[in-house]
Nanobody
């Protein structure tokens, strides 16, 4: 079984910074990509940023220039550095692991989610 554990959420004033971390553990052979999604009350969950195993990063337009995603393939971790935070960034942030293979002998892939971490930005 594969588990994703997030950390680093909290309360910060507008203009401040937070760093979210996510570690995937369990029987993992490889992960195709990892990412962060967020969901505010009454809204759908949406992509914030993602990064492939090869290091290609993708960001939603609203966070470009403020957020940076990075990963460590050997440790199966992903970090989201969030700077210049705005009240509209307030959400529950979820870590996502995409295309997880649990063995070398199988090409079967699954996706996994973390439990979510609250980020609150006060004005």
């Amino acid at each position: 079984q594969v588990q994703l554990v997030e950390s680093g959420g909290g309360l910060v004033q507008a203009g401040g910074s937070l760093r979210l971390s996510c570690a995937a553990s369990g029987s993992i052979f490889s992960i195709d990509a990892m990412g962060w999604y967020r969901q505010a009350p009454g809204k759908q969950r949406g992509l914030v940023a993602s990064i492939t195993r090869g290091g290609s990063a993708n960001y939603v337009e609203s966070v470009k220039g403020r957020f940076t995603i990075s990963s460590d393939n050997a440790k199966n971790t992903v970090v989201l550095q969030m700077n210049s935070l705005k009240p509209e960034d307030t959400s529950v942030y979820y870590c996502n692991a995409i295309g997880v293979r649990t063995s070398r002998s199988s090409s079967f892939r699954s996706d996994y989610w973390g439990q979510g971490t609250q980020v609150t930005v006060s004005s």
